[in-house]
């Protein structure tokens, strides 16, 4: 079996995973708020009640990951302008990222429009910050751009031939050696063991990227840094429809955030 192939079963499994989870803990969180109503009408004290609901969340919250990992999470679609949200995205983390980072912007000419929920959009981009920063130790270069990237039928990434816009997020940190990349965008693998999220956040970018019509992918050397690239379908404004297209990359304009 391809490596590919691991990932899709994967995949599916955490998608079937997490439905019978929500269910489950749908089910035992209905049932504790009738039960914490009885137990207060007859004067039962509530803490362990309060303790098993907080263990339910819990395993919602639980389930909300995998179904992040798998594509199945709720999202708010609507034609997005990507480089508005690029540019919009780096002020704000020009305001709180460490002045040790150097923040850059390229930005493409407005045209880079897809189909997508653009709250989930503005957190990726600061999850993937959040990981660059990490790696670099707080310190070095970040620099994002989008632009109008043509993928011919015959791809690497599994996606359907068409006009993509492309996000790409460049840090200055040491790289990724091959079998850390490798297992990057796996669930609960992480190199940051005593963070609170460690090994859900880029897989469940990299989840929304799929559950958009995308892909996330990386590009790392050994102290060389890393490239994340994000693929999302263009899109016509008005209907939201893909389309096919082989133009040339829209004019770029640079500019500096401090």
Known sequence: MSQSEKMNALIHLAGEVAHELNNIFTAVTGNLSLLSEQARLEGVPAGMIEEISRTAQRGIALSQKLQAFAGRQPLKRKPVDIGRVLLESVRELGETLPRTVQLSL?????????????????????????????????????????????????????????????????????????????????????TRTSHISAGWGLSNCAGFLRQSGGCMHLRTTIGAGTVVELYFPMNTLATGKSYLSGGASAPLRQSEVS
């Open 106 to 190: 390229t930005r493409a000419a407005p045209g880079c429009i897809s189909f997508v929920d653009e709250d989930k959009l503005r957190g990726t981009l600061q999850e993937l910050a959040a990981n660059a920063v990490a790696a670099m130790q707080g310190r070095g270069t970040l620099r994002l751009d989008v632009t109008q990237q043509p993928v011919a039928a015959d791809n690497d990434l599994q996606l359907r031939p068409g006009v993509y816009a492309c996000i790409r997020v460049v840090d200055s940190g040491p790289g990724m050696a091959p079998d850390v990349a490798a297992r990057a965008l796996d669930p609960l693998f992480s």
